[in-house]
C-alpha cells in the first residue's frame, strides 16, 4: 500500500486544538506502540488513551515497557483516573476502557465486544461522543476489525484519523479494516504517525 495522507481533509487544525488521541492496537501492537509513543514528548498537548488486546487472567507489564521508551508519562489506567494532556493511559486486561463525560476514564467489565474486552470500538466511540472535533483516533497492527467502527465514529463526529501502513505494520487485519471503511485521513508507518502529530505541534508553536 502507498503511504498517503488524504489531501481533501477539512481546513487543517493545530495539535493544541485536540484534547485526546485515542489508540487500538492487537497483535504486534507493542512495537506499533513503541513507535509511536517513542517520538513524543512530556510536554505534549494531548492525552492518550490506549486500548490493546491484552490476555486474560495476567497482569500486563505493557504500561512498564512502554514508560521506559518515552518521555510520555504511561501509566496503567484506574478507573476514574483524569484524562489529561501529555500522560498515556493504558487499558488493563479483560476490562472495557471507555473515556467519560468530565475527561476521566471509566473501566467496565460489561460483556465482551465480539469476544474482545477491552473493546477498541468502544472506547474509541466513546471519545468520539465526549470530544468530537477534539478527538484523534489510531490504528496501529492486529488482526480482526476491531477498532474500525471506532475510526468511523471518530471521523463522522469531526475528529481526525490515523491508522499504521498495512505493508509495515507486523499485522496488518486491523489498519486494512479502517482504512476500508474511507475514513482514515492518514496511513503512514507508525514512526511518521507520531512524526505528524509532533509536527503538527509545532506548526502551532511557530504561531504562538
Do not use: W
Amino acid at each position: 500500500m502507498t503511504v498517503h495522507a488524504k489531501l481533501d481533509h477539512p481546513e487543517p487544525r493545530h495539535l493544541s486544538d485536540y484534547n485526546v488521541v485515542a489508540v487500538g492496537s492487537s497483535a504486534g501492537g507493542l512495537r506499533s506502540l513503541s513507535a509511536l509513543l517513542a517520538p513524543l514528548p512530556a510536554e505534549f498537548r494531548c492525552a492518550v488513551v490506549v486500548a490493546p488486546h491484552l490476555f486474560r487472567g495476567h497482569r500486563s507489564m505493557m504500561a512498564d515497557l512502554l514508560d521506559r521508551k518515552t518521555n510520555l508519562p504511561v501509566r496503567q489506567a484506574h478507573d476514574g483516573d483524569a484524562i489529561v494532556p501529555g500522560v498515556a493511559l493504558i487499558a488493563v486486561p479483560d476490562l472495557h476502557m471507555l473515556a467519560d463525560c468530565g475527561g476521566i476514564v471509566r473501566l467496565l467489565d460489561s460483556p465482551a465486544v465480539h469476544h474482545l474486552r477491552p473493546s477498541i470500538d468502544l472506547l474509541f466511540e466513546s471519545v468520539a461522543v465526549h470530544y468530537r472535533q477534539r478527538a484523534i483516533g489510531v490504528i496501529l497492527s492486529g488482526s480482526g476489525r476491531d477498532g474500525a467502527e471506532g475510526i468511523r465514529a471518530i471521523k463522522q463526529a469531526g475528529g481526525v484519523t490515523l491508522a499504521e501502513d498495512p505493508d509495515q505494520a507486523e499485522f496488518s487485519s486491523m489498519p486494512t479494516a479502517a482504512i476500508a471503511t474511507g475514513c482514515v485521513d492518514f496511513v503512514l508507518p507508525a514512526h511518521d504517525l507520531a512524526l505528524t502529530l509532533l509536527q503538527l505541534s509545532l506548526a502551532h508553536t511557530s504561531h504562538d
